[in-house]
C-alpha cells in the first residue's frame, strides 16, 4: 500500500452473492473490509468469518443503505471501526419483480431507483467529501448487462440500472481533479443464491448465447472490481467494463 495504514472498503449488499465475492477479494488484497447487509445474520457473520480465518480484518456493518439515517449510522461505524473509508463499491440490490408495462407501476420504478440511484447519492454524500480531503478514492458501481440487453418485464430494473450508469459517469467526470476513480463493473448472468430455482433449460439457453461457453461465476466479477479498486488504476475512470462471456459482442 502506498500509505502505512490498510485501505478501508465498504462494499455493500456483501453478505451474499457478488457481493460476499467482491468483498473476500478486497479482503485477500490486503483491505480492511466492511461487510454490509440489511440487518446482522448468520450469513453476514459468516463472510466476516472466513475473512479473518484467513489473515484479513474485517467487520460486519448492517443496515439499510436506501435510509439516509442508516446511511450515516453505517459510515461513521465503518470510519470508527476500521478507518477512513477508501473504497465504495455500490453492489446492493432488492427485489426484481418481473412485470409487464401494463402491471409496472410508478412505484415500481422507484424501488428500484431507490436501491440503484438513491442509494448511491446517499452513500455518495457521505463518503466523498472525506475521499476529497484526502485526495484519494476509488468507487466501483455494479450495474448490469440488462442495461444494454433489457429482456421483457423487466423495464424499472433495466431503466434504474442506465440511470445508475448516468450517475457514475457524471462522477467519473467531476471527481477526477480530486484524486477519486468511478468505474463499473456490468456483469451478465451470474448465478449466485437467487439463482438456484432457475430451471437448467434457462441457463442452457443463457450458455448458448455466451462466446466462451460458460456462465461466469462471482470471482470473475471479483477480479474486474479488484482492478478499479487497487492504488495502480489511479489513471483509470469511467469506464464500464462488461464481465459477460463475450455477448457484448452481439449488442
Known amino acids: 500500500m502506498v500509505e502505512s495504514r490498510r485501505r478501508v472498503a465498504l462494499v455493500t449488499g456483501s453478505s451474499r452473492g457478488l457481493g460476499s465475492a467482491i468483498v473476500r477479494r478486497l479482503a485477500a488484497d490486503g483491505m480492511a473490509v466492511a461487510v454490509n447487509g440489511l440487518r446482522d445474520?448468520?450469513?453476514a457473520a459468516g463472510v466476516v468469518e472466513s475473512i479473518r480465518a484467513n489473515g484479513g480484518v474485517a467487520e460486519m456493518i448492517s443496515g439499510?443503505?436506501?435510509?439516509e439515517q442508516a446511511v450515516g449510522e453505517i459510515v461513521a461505524a465503518v470510519t470508527e471501526r476500521l478507518g477512513p473509508i477508501d473504497v465504495l463499491v455500490l453492489n446492493a440490490t432488492g427485489p426484481q419483480p418481473e412485470a409487464t408495462l401494463a402491471d409496472t407501476a410508478w412505484s415500481d420504478h422507484l424501488s428500484q431507483l431507490d436501491f440503484f440511484v438513491k442509494s448511491p447519492v446517499l452513500l455518495g454524500r457521505a463518503i466523498i467529501p472525506g475521499m476529497q480531503e484526502r485526495g484519494y478514492g476509488r468507487i466501483v458501481h455494479i450495474d448490469s448487462e440488462v442495461a444494454d440487453?433489457?429482456?421483457v418485464e423487466r423495464s424499472a430494473y433495466a431503466t434504474a440500472k442506465n440511470a445508475q450508469i448516468g450517475l457514475a459517469r457524471s462522477w467519473a467526470h467531476e471527481l477526477a481533479p480530486h484524486g477519486i476513480t468511478v468505474n463499473a463493473v456490468a456483469p451478465g448472468f451470474i448465478a449466485v443464491e437467487r439463482h438456484y430455482t432457475v430451471p437448467a433449460e434457462v441457463k442452457d439457453a443463457y450458455i448458448a448465447t455466451v462466446p466462451v461457453g460458460r456462465?461466469?461465476?462471482?470471482?470473475d466479477v471479483a477480479n474486474a472490481v479488484s482492478f478499479f479498486a487497487a492504488d495502480q488504476s489511479g489513471f483509470v475512470t469511467g469506464q464500464r467494463l462488461q464481465i459477460d462471456g463475450g455477448r457484448t459482442l452481439y449488442v
Open 64 to 67: 439499510d443503505i436506501t435510509d
Open 215 to 219: 456462465m461466469g461465476t462471482p470471482d
Open 41 to 43: 445474520g448468520e450469513q
Open 149 to 151: 440487453r433489457p429482456p
